[in-house]
């Protein structure tokens, strides 16, 4: 019997294939690849290996176009090491690591790409290898450091021969090193130079003398939690750059300016505090200040000065004409009666005020007015009440064009602002506040915070605060943790995130 064409085909085919069966396979499939002796003995090979073409690389048994040549090639942290042409997880040398941005160090134990593994891999300006972190950061305190101190405006450790010694019981004779320090500022300022730059204080107390100190050159001034008395006020006159820290100036009265930076001055402090005092700037002035304390005592930023405070803890902060403000990471509270407002930002320039912590008592006209050119914005920031009692203060002004996003408000007050907020959180005496600007809420303040009687304002794992703020706008809290976290998700309002 004759069969049909289509069908007699197959069974041609069939027949061909079970021919190819006994006799034994040997063509290669073009598709499929191994390249090491595990991967080819698991897939049956057991003394042939299955290489793809140059340019290629195998990756799970099928030939793709290749990742890398080398390790510089593979940028991702999660895959760093090139090996057979496809960037793969861990690392086992440095040169695994070399392709991934800010993290060319490969610490074995874990087999994982990171900034750093000892303090020696590190740049001068950022010594310290943190052990938690594996990342190289600025020296943060004077022990740290090899010569005893530490810059901790720029972070960076300042080296034995740039330093120059001073101490009460000391003698004004000499380079005053460390083993024979000098008497006074006055005399260790004659000895600065480009090379020696530092002034080391030693000693709890220290009397800067019967004139005003005048910084004109590129000096530090380090104290050792130095109390710091003087003759005449102000007691620091800042007319160039310089740095001043670790040291504490105080007055009889508020309204005496200790600290007066005029046109041309740029003073970096940290880690001081004033007491009883007040720090000036003038036209034309400078100041960057972290970690600092205002202890009855305020800064006022004037007639076209800039102001940059982080990291602090503050009582009263004027800023009028023009003046330029950062204020970041830090709280704000003040002293009980005080008067008038606590904070007064108010300039033709632009303010940044974000991750702040703003405690009030209720009894304010204002706790702030923010007032600045167009750009200026109040974000991130937390602003509570203390006080338990319904009231109608006012926490925050606002002339027309600051931006307002991402704040909490729970100020126990029916009026709590003056300005249009967007995407902010409001207790529910300020209900009324939501429907005013797009994306707001308003919840039971009992909510919000782990210990708001306590001043421990960070947030509940289940606050209504969580996870609806205006997102790219802030990489990081007010204690410098990440902004969103998890990446990728929407950022918290207020000053702090939940981790």
């Known amino acids: 019997m004759r069969l049909p064409p289509p069908l007699a085909a197959v069974l041609l085919l069939a027949a061909a294939a079970l021919l190819s069966v006994a006799a034994g396979c040997t063509r290669r499939d073009p598709d499929f690849c191994c390249v090491t002796a595990d991967t080819c003995a698991a897939a049956g090979l057991t003394d042939e290996l299955r290489p793809c073409e140059i340019g290629q690389a195998c990756n799970a048994y099928a030939c793709v176009a290749a990742e890398c040549a080398t390790s510089a090639d593979c940028a991702s942290p999660e895959a760093p090491r090139c090996l057979d042409g496809l960037c793969v997880a861990g690392c086992t040398i440095d040169d695994d690591c070399a392709g991934v941005a800010g993290r060319p160090r490969c610490d074995v134990r874990v087999a994982t790409c990171v900034g750093c593994t000892a303090g020696d891999q590190c740049p001068a300006e950022r010594s310290i290898c943190d052990v938690e972190a594996r990342a190289c950061r600025g020296c943060t305190a004077d022990d740290e450091c090899a010569s005893g101190v530490c810059i901790e405006a720029t972070g960076a450790c300042a080296a034995e021969d740039a330093i120059i010694y001073v101490m009460e019981s000391g003698t004004d004779a000499g380079t005053c090193p460390k083993a024979a320090p000098c008497q006074t500022l006055a005399y260790a300022m004659g000895l600065t130079s480009p090379a020696r730059s530092v002034i080391r204080i030693v000693g709890g107390q220290f009397h800067l003398g019967n004139n005003s100190i005048y910084l004109r050159n590129a000096v530090t001034i380090d104290g050792s939690d130095t109390t710091l008395t003087y003759g005449s006020l102000p007691a620091i006159t800042v007319g160039g750059a310089g740095i001043l820290e670790g040291v504490r100036l ?15 001055g740029s003073l970096g402090l940290s880690h001081f505090l004033i007491e009883d005092g007040r720090i000036e700037i003038a036209a034309g002035g400078v100041l960057d200040a972290v970690n600092i304390t205002l ?7 004037n007639f076209g000065g800039t102001l940059a405070l982080k990291k602090s803890n503050l009582e009263q902060v004027y800023v009028d004409s023009s003046c330029k403000l950062v204020l970041a990471e ?38 702030m007015f923010i007032g600045g050119a167009s750009g200026s914005t109040f974000r991130f920031n937390t602003v509570v009440n203390r006080s338990s009692v319904l009231g109608s203060a006012i926490a925050i002004g606002c002339d027309d064009g600051v931006d307002v996003t991402s704040n909490i408000i729970a100020y126990n007050s029916t009026s709590p602002v003056s300005c249009v907020a967007r995407y902010s959180l409001f207790d529910t005496a300020a209900a009324q506040e939501v429907s005013r600007g797009v994306g707001n809420r ?9 210990g708001r009687q306590a001043g421990d ?4 794992p289940k ?3 969580i996870g609806f703020g205006e997102p790219g706008l802030t990489p990081n809290d007010i204690e410098g943790n990440a902004r969103p976290a998890p990446l990728g998700t929407m950022p918290d309002v207020g000053a702090y995130e939940v981790p």
């Open 463 to 465: 606050s209504p605060a």
């Open 457 to 460: 304002f960070h947030l509940t």
């Open 295 to 301: 202890r009855s005592g305020e800064v006022r930023c």
């Open 330 to 367: 830090s709280r704000v509270e003040p002293r009980s009666g005080a008067q008038p407002t606590a904070a007064l930002f108010r300039g033709e320039s632009s303010q940044l005020i974000e991750n702040n912590v703003f405690i009030g008592s209720g009894v304010e006209t204002y706790l």
């Open 250 to 264: 105080a007055s009889t009265q508020a309204s005496m300016t200790l600290i007066e930076i005029i046109a041309g």
């Open 442 to 450: 308003s919840a039971e303040i009992g909510t919000f915070f782990r």
